[in-house]
């Protein structure tokens, strides 16, 4: 029984497209034990995960029912850094080695918002990220990871909300990117910013997004793909255009699903995803 006080379902399978993956984003709340039964309902052989969660589960346990299920990481998420107390940079440091010493175990790559600190400009707050991280860069290179930053327009979390800021403060800090389709789904021309991150990219997101008020849900509410506003097609096309050849991580959270249930949401999603994958991958 998941947190939401319904039964994980294994019925109602999808074959998922083998370059689909769900993040732990999409069941948060859940445990990891009931998340295995719906990634095993899904076919899935790719999932993102959290790294407190596994530890919470038991990593090394978590571990081995990856591997027993033949399941690949795309993501590891890991925590931001609070740029403004380099203080507790190496407390973060050693979580984000531990995500990277996960990945180098079950593939994929880590990442984590860049953070922020209140009046402090963009070029300081790169600088102060490009210190903090450099210890964990070095060492995800010894393990063959890539570490990545995700922009976001959640100013609590970050002073990266867009695509070209992204690129900037990736090359001054030798860190790669997530595009989430959730986070970058108000640049004006989509395709031709993906187009710059280029081989940039660690991971890619997809969700959809409505970009106008709905039904009493407010704009930038993400939804189950082919549901909202965004060209999803489009999105995963410029994502391979980049060259691009890892999977395509469902990251779908927010009022939209809670209302309908994580566990429905997802499935749909899945079976969604799977559609536009099948289209545009041949």
């Known amino acids: 029984m998941n947190p939401e006080g319904t039964v994980v379902n294994p019925g109602g399978t999808v074959t998922a497209h083998p370059r689909l993956s769900v993040s732990e984003m999409c069941t948060y709340p859940w445990t990891f034990a009931d998340e295995l039964v719906l990634w095993d309902s899904l076919g899935l052989r790719h999932v993102g995960v959290l790294d407190v969660k596994l530890t919470a589960h038991g990593r090394d346990q978590a571990i081995r029912a990856l591997a027993s299920r033949s399941l690949r990481l795309t993501t590891v998420i890991t925590n931001m850094f609070d740029l403004g107390a380099p203080e507790t940079w ?25 953070g922020t600190a209140p009046g402090r400009s963009f070029d300081e707050l ?28 959640r100013t609590d979390r970050s002073f990266v909300h867009t695509l070209p800021d992204a ?11 997530i595009v989430d389709l959730g986070n970058c789904w108000r640049e004006p021309d989509l395709a031709a910013a993906i187009h710059q991150v280029g081989d940039r990219l660690a991971a890619a997101q997809l969700c959809d ?46 009022p939209a699903v809670q209302a309908e249930g994580l566990d429905v949401a997802t499935r749909r999603a899945a079976a969604a995803a799977t559609t536009f994958l099948e289209k545009v991958i041949p």
Do not use: W
């Open 90 to 114: 190496d407390a973060t440091r050693r979580e984000v080695n531990q995500a990277v010493e996960l990945a180098a175990v079950g593939g994929g790559c880590v990442y984590f918002t860049p």
């Open 126 to 153: 790169t600088a102060a990220l490009a210190d903090a991280v450099a210890p964990c860069l070095a060492h995800a290179v010894s393990q063959g990871v890539r570490l990545a930053i995700e922009p976001t327009q």
């Open 167 to 177: 690129i900037k403060v990736a090359d001054r800090t030798g860190l790669a990117l």
């Open 209 to 254: 997004v409505i970009t106008h008020e709905r039904a009493g849900l407010p704009t930038g509410t993400r939804v189950v793909p082919g549901e909202g506003d965004m060209p999803v097609e489009t999105f995963l096309r410029a994502v391979l255009e980049t060259g691009y050849t890892g999977p395509f991580e469902i990251e779908l959270v927010g």
